[in-house]
């Protein structure tokens, strides 16, 4: 069965994020994600400060949109993270809201071009390799950290359409999906995603990351469902955002109680 988290949204301010991590791990919720929307929360010192104040819960960010991010201080960051605590971070990587990068100043003319060969290197360094290359967006001169993570986190890679799909298989460990896909779309991606995949990496595991919108006011019984759905699709993790009557994201205080539901919903699970 999937793994099951919830998601804290952008639209809160950080300082309401301590509790409702501290409540996902003592419920026994499997993730904790974070969203890196501009211009609210940084996702990876928020992932940082949910870590340190856990023991066990994986902390996802999806996702690091790639045009505002130099890819060897986000190897950097990822890997200082993976060493602090082992095993528990799930980065994932995407073009980004292009509006979003076009207002800071770093829209591609070519997102998937950037996106490719941004992955394949931050994948290469985070492995400890040695990286040089000089391509249309990402040039780096024999760089190699000095610390690379003893245990290395999947690269996940958020995807939409069918070309992002198959390069999340071809240079990724993972895919995010949107909190709007359909089973049958993720169905659909993990197909397209798992036939990109390396020869050499069709073994390797791949995690498939559904996020899933519900009401607040929805049964455990009625959430434990969906979840069955999209792991029957392939998903390998579902993060849930909850949503309150007025279809706004669920504040902070109330997402406490959320995290209680899921907990119900979890044991459901089994």
């Known amino acids: 069965m999937a793994a099951l988290g919830v998601i ?9 994020l301590r509790p409702v991590a501290l ?10 994600w974070l969203w890196e929307d501009c211009f609210a929360e940084a996702g990876v010192s928020a992932a940082a400060a949910v870590l340190g104040w856990t023991e066990r819960i994986h902390v996802g960010v999806g996702l690091m949109p790639v045009p505002l991010r130099n890819v060897a201080l986000t190897a950097m960051e990822i890997a200082t993270l993976a060493r602090l605590f ?3 971070l799930l980065p994932g990587i995407g073009h980004g809201v292009l509006e979003w990068m076009g207002q800071c100043g770093v829209r591609a003319e070519s ?6 060969e941004y992955g394949t290197a931050l994948h290469q360094l985070l ?6 290359t000089s391509g249309r967006y990402v040039t780096l001169d024999d760089v190699r950290l000095a610390w690379p993570p003893e ?3 999947p690269m996940l890679v958020g995807a939409v359409r069918a070309k992002t799909l198959a390069l999340a298989g071809e240079i990724g460990d993972g895919l995010i999906f949107t909190g709007d896909t359909s089973v049958e779309q993720v169905r659909e991606g993990v197909r397209i995603a798992t036939q990109a995949r390396p020869p050499e990496r069709r073994d390797a595991p791949f995690e498939v990351v559904a996020f899933l919108a519900v009401s607040r006011s ?10 069955r759905e999209l792991a029957a699709a392939g998903a390998t993790r579902v993060a849930v955002l909850g949503f309150d009557d007025s279809g706004e994201p669920e504040r902070a205080d109330g997402l406490t109680d959320f995290v209680a539901t899921l907990q119900m919903a979890a044991a459901l699970l089994g």
Do not use: K
């Open 23 to 32: 409540a996902a791990e003592r419920a026994g919720l499997d993730d904790l």
């Open 8 to 16: 804290f949204p952008p639209d809160q301010p950080p300082e309401r």
């Open 218 to 227: 929805s049964s455990p019984e009625h959430i434990a469902e969906r979840v």
């Open 151 to 153: 245990t290395v986190p």
């Open 86 to 88: 082992p095993g528990r």
């Open 127 to 132: 492995a400890g390799e040695s990286v040089t």
């Open 111 to 116: 997102p998937m071009t950037l996106l490719r």
